[in-house]
């Protein structure tokens, strides 16, 4: 099993563009998670869906967008993207107990 | 809304030392899950507890739960250079939603 995979590693963006960050998962959880993580800081929720065709907003959904048209796959939707959406992109799936996190996305925004 | 604080925020200790790090949240938490991430890696999944002043332990790694389930603490006998990371304890609200502690960094002098 490959787990969580996310879609592309890095990323620089320029202000004003967009980007779809990837994420699908073969454990066939529920629960899919989008988490960012500034440097030296702790993770902040974006969004989460708790299965397909339902997501609902984390802490921090401003400027994102999520689908969860599948069971498997979570993509993230940045709109304009801007700096202060530098950071590390974190997604996450878990069933009943702990999350299993993708390697992440390392986002630029320039 | 639900916060979850941990402290140190940073901690040096020399291989061989005792590490704890601790974790407060403002509200009752049904669960509590500890993480580590390691530098440049992604959050991996330690342990979930569950029970009023539940303790746990991984081979050198002692876990609690506090009585009133609103704190929670890592302990780490005899540090070793591979405890090097980030440790996070992680709690849910009312819904799926999972805030995620501050963090506390370990680093470990040889």
């Known amino acids: 099993n490959a787990g969580v995979t996310q879609t592309p590693k890095f990323r620089i963006l320029k202000i004003g563009q967009s980007m779809t960050l990837q994420c699908t998962q073969d454990m066939n959880h529920n629960y899919m998670y989008w988490y960012r993580q500034d440097p030296g800081m702790g993770l902040k929720l974006i969004y989460y869906s708790v299965g397909a065709g339902i997501t609902d907003k984390g802490e921090v959904p401003n400027g994102y967008n999520v689908s969860r048209s599948t069971t498997e796959d979570f993509p993230l939707r940045l709109e304009l993207a801007a700096p202060s959406q530098t950071s590390v992109y974190f997604c996450?799936?878990?069933?009943?107990?702990?999350?299993?996190f993708g390697s992440g996305t390392r986002l630029t925004v320039v | 809304g639900q916060q979850v604080m941990q402290i140190p925020q940073y901690q040096h200790v020399q291989e061989g030392e005792d590490f704890t790090t601790y974790c407060n949240s403002s509200?009752?938490?049904?669960?509590i899950q500890w993480y580590k991430q390691r530098p440049g890696g992604h959050p991996v999944f330690l342990i979930q507890l569950v029970k009023s002043g539940e303790v746990k332990k991984q081979k050198r790694l002692t876990f609690q739960f506090g009585e009133a389930k609103k704190n929670s603490s890592l302990h780490i006998t005899a540090t070793q250079t591979t405890d090097v990371g980030t440790y996070f304890c992680?709690?849910?609200?009312?819904?799926?939603?999972?805030?995620f502690g501050t963090g506390t960094s370990l680093t470990v002098i040889p």
């Open positions: 509200t009752t938490l049904s669960n």
């Open positions: 996450a799936s878990r069933a009943g107990t702990g999350f299993t």
């Open positions: 992680a709690g849910p609200n009312t819904g799926n939603q999972f805030y």
